[in-house]
């Protein structure tokens, strides 16, 4: 049975979201404790979603899968990881796109077929993941969830390859999208990546173990060096022979998303050989260079505008300020949603400090504008706490689409920068004035090697199209 889960308000300020994180180990002496690891890299990943976790770990075929609602630290605890033994083991972290959660929609999902069984999680979207669904139910596939990865599961168990890698290969061959997977067979933990190489995938090496994550700072966090990224269209297979690349798909030229190096990715990261604070900071330099204003002080919005804050402070001679501090335990929390409550997000996450802003001219920078109303509630924060004048610089283009490769946009109508001009904007949100970044600045400050980008929620230039997802994406 499906259980529907009470609707837990999370203080979310206006941001585009992360939907998943992944996390994978291969610990061929057992060495190590891979749920341990697991948990541990999960912890590293939280940004990339709140809403659910999962590890499944496989003892000598024997597969054991615990998920829950919640953070990784509510949903795990010593017993249960005690209850995870096993030689290799992946994990998910996931945000919902809708207002409640379910259970069912937590990964890892572990499904048995006549080949094995198979866990696997998924950080992406599939453009063609609603198209192949409907044709998989009308074949009798029943589905147990919403997810794209149970259409992946069942290409694989419906595949004529009798091999269940083989069976993996030839499903990856079919779908469409953005994917960055691990999955685990009863000998093999797997990592693929879609041919454009939309969501970060990386490899690292602990002792004997081998490691798979969303990002580098999950390594860093159990000591794991990090050997590369998995390319695009690569798929690895690591088992008691070692580890085995080859390519499933011709690749395609890189259409990495560049909001993660704006936004999503946690600043400790680094991808393609570029660390995203260090990525962070260029843009809020190069914005210094695009931006004429007088001011006495530049404060960053925490946390989301620090790293540009102190690239632009570098640049413009300026001096940082934190002049808004960010309460850093709100998490969730259980009142319900009523227009009350949304209207005090802001001040229970944000609050400024009088004593630095009162009388300034400020220079206010973030990463991003949405919808505009948390950047409208913060303006008006920071001028009821005195500031002379507030200039909102924003180390991005404005957003003017929305994203069908794995990230929670608002619908495009809900885009701000869809329905007013720069200075319309700038009207709304009550700034004195109002600076994006250039696309062109944006592309020429990060130095990712051999990376290409996705801009399309900026320019509207989808790599791939948008699929047969669309509809879905645009109603919800
Ligand atoms: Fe990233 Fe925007 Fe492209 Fe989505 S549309 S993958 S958010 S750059």
Same mark, same amino acid.
């Given at each position: ?14 941001? @585009? ?51 829950? @609602? ?407």
């Amino acid at each position: 049975m499906v259980r529907e889960y009470p609707l837990q308000e999370r203080i979310k300020l206006d941001k @585009m979201e992360e939907e998943c994180g992944v996390f994978g180990v291969y610990s061929s002496t057992k060495k190590y404790n891979v749920a341990n690891l697991t948990y541990l890299g999960l912890h590293a990943l939280q940004h990339r979603g709140q809403e659910s976790a999962g590890i499944c770990v496989n003892n000598d075929g024997q597969f054991n899968l615990h998920k829950g @609602m919640g953070l990784v630290t509510n949903v795990f605890d010593e017993d249960k990881l005690k209850s995870l033994d096993g030689k290799i083991g992946i994990g998910h972290v996931r945000y919902s796109t809708t207002g409640s959660s379910l259970l069912a929609n937590a990964q890892p999902i572990l499904t048995n077929s006549i080949k094995g069984d198979l866990a696997i999680a998924h950080n992406g979207n599939l453009i063609n993941g609603a198209e192949m669904r409907l044709n998989l139910e009308r074949q009798g596939s029943i589905f147990h969830s919403t997810l794209d990865t149970e259409v992946l599961a069942h290409l694989v168990a419906r595949s004529f390859k009798d091999n269940i890698i083989e069976a993996f290969t030839h499903s990856l061959q079919q779908i469409k999208g953005a994917f960055s997977i691990v999955a685990m067979t009863k000998d093999s933990l797997i990592a693929a990546r879609d041919p454009h190489g939309f969501r970060p995938l990386s490899l690292g090496k602990l002792g004997d173990s081998y490691i798979v994550a969303s990002e580098s700072c999950a390594l860093d966090i159990i000591g794991a060096t990090l050997i590369r990224e998995i390319e695009p269209g690569e798929m690895l297979i690591i088992n008691e022979e070692g580890i085995k690349s080859s390519y499933y798909s011709e690749r395609k030229p890189y259409n990495f998303c560049i909001f993660e190096f704006i936004y999503f990715a946690r600043p400790d990261s680094v991808i393609g050989g570029q660390n995203v604070h260090l990525a962070r900071q260029e843009l809020g330099r190069q914005l210094a260079r695009e931006m004429d204003v007088e001011a006495d002080m530049v404060v960053p919005v925490p946390s989301s505008g620090i790293s540009a804050a102190l690239g632009f402070a570098q640049e413009s001679g300026l001096p940082y300020q934190k002049g808004i501090l960010r309460n850093r335990y709100v998490g969730r929390t259980f009142i319900q949603p009523t227009q009350e409550i949304r209207d005090l997000k802001v001040r229970i996450k944000l609050n400024p400090i009088r004593d630095i802003i009162k009388g300034k001219k400020i220079v206010l920078i973030d990463d991003s504008i949405v919808r505009g109303t948390t950047s409208k509630r913060i303006i008006r924060m920071v001028r009821e706490a005195g500031a002379k004048e507030v200039h909102l610089a924003i180390s991005s283009p404005p957003v003017i689409d929305s994203c069908y490769y794995g990230l929670d946009t608002s619908r495009r109508k809900e885009l701000i920068a869809t329905q007013k001009s720069v200075e319309e904007i700038a009207d709304y949100i009550g700034a004195d004035s109002l600076t994006y970044l250039s696309k062109e600045g944006l592309l020429d400050s990060i130095q990712a090697n051999g990376y290409g980008f996705c801009t399309a929620c900026f320019d509207g230039n989808y790599p791939i199209g948008k699929g047969t997802d669309k509809l879905a994406i645009e109603n919800r």
